[in-house]
């Protein structure tokens, strides 16, 4: 394998073996550029490699063979990431959150019809800091603080950092929207919000530096 050729180069002395043979070369690598930087590793370690299935060998008919074939192994696995990019896309589009639930959720199982539903240990330190900071009376650091103070930490049990924390209250999925620049989907969710529109927005404000208590 290519781990194995890795642990060859750390060797004294030539290389003991003269052949690495995979099943077949997607089994190699994924991207064709991959591909031919381990082959030239194992090249320089005098080190050929075969396949099980396919007729490649050290002749130019079998480094043609090689060049194709490794084509269509990058070919192969860039159709099926645009499969499930697509297949992400159509589930957001539909309001599913389809990534790791964050902070204040947690992702739902499929017979519950949404994708997301409350942490009953989160949900309400995040409401609760949500509105803290809408009332423009706390800096961002006494929201944390206080937020912390009630026993709100990240799901490994660290204390929330102050850029974490800013992200998170930036994040207009707490009011059950989702927006996902990357995919072009802006859209309703399938789950409850967190924290009403009203106080979400004025939070923004405030920081902003648009509100003045």
Do not use: C
């Amino acid at each position: 394998t290519p781990r194995s050729a890795a642990r060859l180069s750390t060797l004294d002395g030539p290389p003991q073996l003269p052949f690495v043979v995979v099943f077949t070369l997607t089994r190699f690598a994924r991207d064709k550029y991959d591909h031919f930087a381990l082959r030239s590793h194992l090249q320089s370690l005098r080190i050929s490699l075969g396949s099980a299935t396919e007729p490649i060998d050290d002749t130019s008919t079998g480094k043609l063979m090689e060049g194709v074939l490794a084509a269509f192994a990058q070919f192969d696995n860039d159709v099926r990431s645009d499969r499930t990019r697509a297949g992400m896309r159509a589930a957001l589009e539909l309001g599913r959150w389809t990534f790791p639930a964050p902070l204040g959720y947690l992702n739902a199982p499929k017979w519950s019809g949404r994708s997301l539903v409350h942490d009953p240990d989160r949900a309400e330190l995040l409401k609760r800091a949500f509105e803290d900071l809408a009332t423009g009376r706390y800096t961002k650091q006494e929201v944390i603080a206080r937020a912390a103070a009630a026993g709100l930490r990240s799901r490994k049990g660290l204390a929330l950092s102050p850029q974490s924390f800013g992200q998170m209250m930036r994040n207009p999925i707490y009011i059950g929207k989702i927006e996902s620049p990357d995919y072009g989907v802006s859209t309703r969710g399938d789950f409850e919000a967190i924290v009403d529109e009203a106080t979400f927005y004025r939070a923004q404000a405030v920081l902003d530096g648009r509100v003045v208590v």
